[in-house]
Antibody, heavy 124, light 110 residues
Framework: QVQLVESGGGVVQPGRSLRLSCAASGFTFSSYGMDWVRQAPGKGLEWVAVISYDGNKKYYADSVKGRFTISRDNSKNTLYLQMNNLRAEDTAVYFC?????????????????WGQGTLVTVSS | QSVLTQPPSASGTPGQRVTISCFGSSSNIGSNTVNWYQQLAGTAPKLLISRSNQRPSGVPDRFSGSKSGTSASLAISGLQSEDEAAYYCAVWDDSLNGWVFGGGTKLTVL
């Protein structure tokens, strides 16, 4: 069965960097787009970034554009989120999510599997 | 301020039918299919409805989705206590080139 396991969260000071990882198993990782979605404490879901199955297409939410970078290593079945210049408002649980339809077709797609999330706290 | 508008709360008694609305625009709901996710307290979201009205296997048929123009709705019939959760609509936005979520609706079963 599909399994997504995030790691790399923790407490970090404003302006510093952090890299999140999402280890995937149970499906052909290299065939599916992957996303990061976050949830601030007590708040709703906010989409962060998407990467196509081959890594060639990447899109970001305006709130993180220029600071966060999504990437993947299909040989390691792992998704990454490099977060630079972190701000207090980036404090959230970060979930990785798998898109249901293979390749890259976001308009007709959906998230069929989610990880358990990893908490990032930005605080001095 | 979310791109998709949902009521922040909804409630019903066991056995009742409740609906949750999701309002968007021509660049998102008006152009693409809507998905609904259920998030129980302290857990990751779970897919409830895909492609506006498709239930994945394992989701009870008490849950149904619909879409018309730039709005969508989730209906839950025969409300049960275990339905108490937050519900989110989500859709790809062609103008933003990204996924957008509604602000979420917290459903309380009285």
């Amino acid at each position: 069965q599909v399994q997504l396991v995030e790691s790399g969260g923790g407490v970090v000071q404003p302006g510093r960097s952090l890299r999140l990882s999402c280890a995937a198993s149970g499906f052909t990782f290299s065939s599916y787009g992957m996303d990061w979605v976050r949830q601030a404490p007590g708040k709703g879901l906010e989409w962060v970034a998407v990467i196509s199955y081959d890594g060639n297409k990447k899109y970001y939410a305006d709130s993180v554009k220029g600071r966060f970078t999504i990437s993947r290593d299909n040989s390691k079945n792992t998704l990454y989120l490099q977060m630079n210049n972190l701000r207090a408002e980036d404090t959230a649980v970060y979930f990785c999510a798998k898109e249901a339809a293979p390749f890259f077709a976001p308009r007709l797609n959906w998230f069929d599997s989610w990880g358990q999330g990893t908490l990032v706290t930005v605080s001095s | 301020q979310s791109v998709l508008t949902q009521p922040p709360s909804a409630s019903g008694t066991p056995g009742q039918r409740v609906t949750i609305s999701c309002f968007g625009s021509s660049s998102n709901i008006g152009s693409n299919t809507v998905n609904w996710y259920q998030q129980l307290a302290g857990t990751a979201p779970k897919l409830l409805i895909s492609r506006s009205n498709q239930r994945p296997s394992g989701v009870p048929d008490r849950f149904s989705g619909s879409k018309s123009g730039t709005s969508a709705s989730l209906a839950i019939s025969g409300l049960q206590s275990e339905d108490e959760a937050a519900y989110y609509c989500a859709v790809w936005d062609d103008s933003l080139n990204g996924w957008v979520f509604g602000g979420g609706t917290k459903l309380t079963v009285l």
